[in-house]
């Protein structure tokens, strides 16, 4: 996967992370997999509130990290956890577009 950007991976896992222990609950839970063409970012925590974007102001402290995540990543998604909770998701790709 030598396209893949390490540095921006780092910082969407930042962001990831800092949103789960901010507005989630539990443990939070990292999983970072791979194929080919694919590299696939995964942070969960227990909590079932779910993340939306925000459109801050320009005096804002905060409320830019999914719109970071999702310049950074390929694309970006949530998605329930049969034993409660979320995994937000995102995925890099090694591949052109």
């Not at 942070?43 to 939306?52: I, Q």
């Not at 320009?58 to 950074?72: H, P, S, Y």
Request: with cysteine; glycine share 14%; aromatic share 4%.
């Amino acid at each position: 996967m030598a396209n893949v950007d390490p540095e921006q991976v780092a910082l969407a896992l930042t962001e990831l992370v800092s949103n789960s222990m901010r507005h989630g609950s539990g443990v939070v839970d990292i999983d970072l997999t791979s194929d080919a063409n694919i590299l696939l970012l995964s942070v969960g925590d227990t909590s079932d509130l779910l993340p939306r974007p925000r459109a801050p102001g320009n005096e804002d402290v905060g409320g830019r990290g999914l719109g970071l995540v999702a310049g950074l990543s390929r694309c970006w998604g949530v998605r329930h956890r049969p034993e409660g909770g979320k995994t937000v998701w995102c995925e890099f790709s090694s591949l052109p577009g």
